[in-house]
C-alpha cells in the first residue's frame, strides 16, 4: 500500500485533475463506464475520489 500526503488522493483524483476541465463531471463519467464494465473496484475508487474533491453530496452541502 502506498502511502499519498492527501488521504483519499487516488490514480482517479490525478486523472480527472490532469484534464483541467471540469473535475466532477469527469469523475461522473468515469463512474458511469465503471458501472456498465462492472467493475466495482473502480467504482469504489471514484467514488473516494469524488469525495476527495467534493463532488458528492454537493445538494446536501449547499446551505453551509
Not at 458501472?35 to 473502480?42: F, L, S, T, V
Amino acid at each position: 500500500m502506498t502511502k499519498t500526503s492527501e488521504h483519499g488522493e487516488n490514480e482517479y483524483t490525478r486523472e480527472a485533475a490532469r484534464t483541467g476541465e471540469d473535475v466532477c463531471a469527469i469523475l461522473r463519467a468515469m463512474r458511469a463506464d465503471a458501472i456498465r464494465a462492472g467493475d466495482k473496484e473502480a467504482e469504489r475508487k471514484i467514488i473516494q475520489a469524488e469525495k476527495f474533491l467534493g463532488c458528492r453530496n454537493r445538494k446536501k452541502r449547499a446551505n453551509q
